[in-house]
């Protein structure tokens, strides 16, 4: 076996934003991941939600790519949370913001999407981990033409 420590901070919102995270959707939500993360070799170390977006704290074997990662978290949670409920359709917006976690930043980061109502509600969100898309900071990345 490899020895790997890959720990990643993982953010998606809902579909154009939409605050349907209440409590009940987000235990689903949870639940969901956790389920999804045992099933791949995932070790998820937090999950946390504003009302319209989620963040994953997780640590990804390399076998894994975070982009398949992150679409069967999103496929898997959208369809279990559109299952429970028939009043509306639930669905994520395309993208998400992926930023890679050296050991010593990892229990902060870890705190940080568990607390992630009370750092919205306090005004004391941190805008560098809240990024969803390449639309949120800017910043393009150079592809070659």
């Known amino acids: 076996m490899a020895y790997w420590r ?34 791949l070799g995932i070790l998820i170390h937090a999950v946390g939600n504003g009302e319209d977006h989620t963040h994953v704290v997780a640590s990804i074997p390399p076998k ?15 369809h279990r949370v559109n299952q429970a409920s028939r009043q509306q359709t639930f669905q ?11 050991e010593r930043s990892l229990e902060r980061v870890i705190a940080y999407a568990r607390n992630q109502r009370e750092h919205h509600r306090t005004g004391r969100a941190v805008a560098l981990y809240e990024r969803c898309t ?10 070659d033409a």
Do not use: M, N
């Open 64 to 78: 894994l790519s975070v982009a398949g990662c992150v679409g069967k978290f999103k496929g898997a949670s959208s």
């Open 134 to 143: 390449e639309e949120d900071d800017g910043v393009r990345l150079i592809s």
């Open 92 to 102: 994520w917006q395309g993208g998400y913001g992926a930023l890679s976690l050296g």
């Open 6 to 39: 890959l720990h990643y901070h993982l953010v998606w919102a809902t579909f154009r934003r939409e605050p349907l995270i209440d409590s009940a959707c987000a235990a689903l939500i949870h639940q969901t991941l956790y389920g999804k993360a045992k099933e």
